[in-house]
């Protein structure tokens, strides 16, 4: 992680976080996405019966409850204006970094659970599966666009 002290923001970053900021709240709408389709899915028995696919909600609500117990994303999600340093390095908290990991192990566990032949006949999974490849993927944006701006936003170490 940067050192904060070294870091300057100037206001032509302020395109780059309102991008963020953008993706966070398509983020939003894709968790919320997920929970319509599994609150379906768990209709179906074969589905809803299906460890794996336990398993794959146990992961996704342990990731989204990272990524809503994240001090930065909550703050952020409040504000359209992101200027202090060192709500961006909240951005990039452990919770949030948590919440990654539980998203690509639950994502691992729906691989597994659309695997059997009867979880996989439902065209819920197919919705779900899409789903969570976006929520992924925005993710995976918004950790590396944080990076990025924290990385960029590092003053040039000056030699003697």
Same mark, same amino acid.
């Given at each position: 992680m940067v050192e904060l002290q070294h870091i300057h923001l100037t206001p032509y970053r302020t395109s780059e976080l309102h991008n963020i900021l953008a993706l966070m709240q398509l983020q939003s709408t894709y968790i919320n996405r997920v929970y319509? /389709? %599994?609150? &379906?899915?768990?209709? #179906?028995?074969? $589905? =809803? @019966? &299906? %460890?794996?696919?336990?398993?794959?909600?146990?992961?996704?609500?342990?990731? $989204?409850?990272?990524?809503?117990?994240?001090?930065?994303? @909550? *703050?952020?999600? #409040? @504000?359209?204006q992101v200027y202090c340093h060192a709500l961006l390095e909240k951005l990039l908290d452990t919770q949030v970094m948590a919440a990654a990991e539980q998203l690509e192990l639950a994502v691992g566990h729906l691989e597994l659970a659309a695997r059997e032949v009867k $979880?996989? =006949?439902?065209?819920? /999974?197919?919705? !779900?599966? *899409?789903?969570?490849?976006?929520?992924?993927?925005?993710?995976?944006? /918004? %950790?590396?666009? !944080?990076?990025? %701006? !924290?990385? &960029?936003?590092?003053?040039p170490d000056l030699q003697n």
């Amino acid at each position: 992680m940067v050192e904060l002290q070294h870091i300057h923001l100037t206001p032509y970053r302020t395109s780059e976080l309102h991008n963020i900021l953008a993706l966070m709240q398509l983020q939003s709408t894709y968790i919320n996405r997920v929970y319509r /389709i %599994i609150y &379906n899915l768990c209709t #179906d028995f074969n $589905v =809803a @019966s &299906n %460890i794996e696919f336990q398993e794959f909600t146990m992961h996704f609500n342990l990731f $989204v409850r990272y990524q809503a117990g994240g001090e930065g994303y @909550s *703050q952020a999600l #409040d @504000s359209m204006q992101v200027y202090c340093h060192a709500l961006l390095e909240k951005l990039l908290d452990t919770q949030v970094m948590a919440a990654a990991e539980q998203l690509e192990l639950a994502v691992g566990h729906l691989e597994l659970a659309a695997r059997e032949v009867k $979880v996989r =006949a439902n065209p819920q /999974i197919l919705l !779900l599966n *899409q789903a969570i490849c976006l929520l992924e993927e925005t993710e995976l944006k /918004i %950790i590396e666009a !944080l990076e990025s %701006i !924290l990385q &960029n936003a590092k003053a040039p170490d000056l030699q003697n």
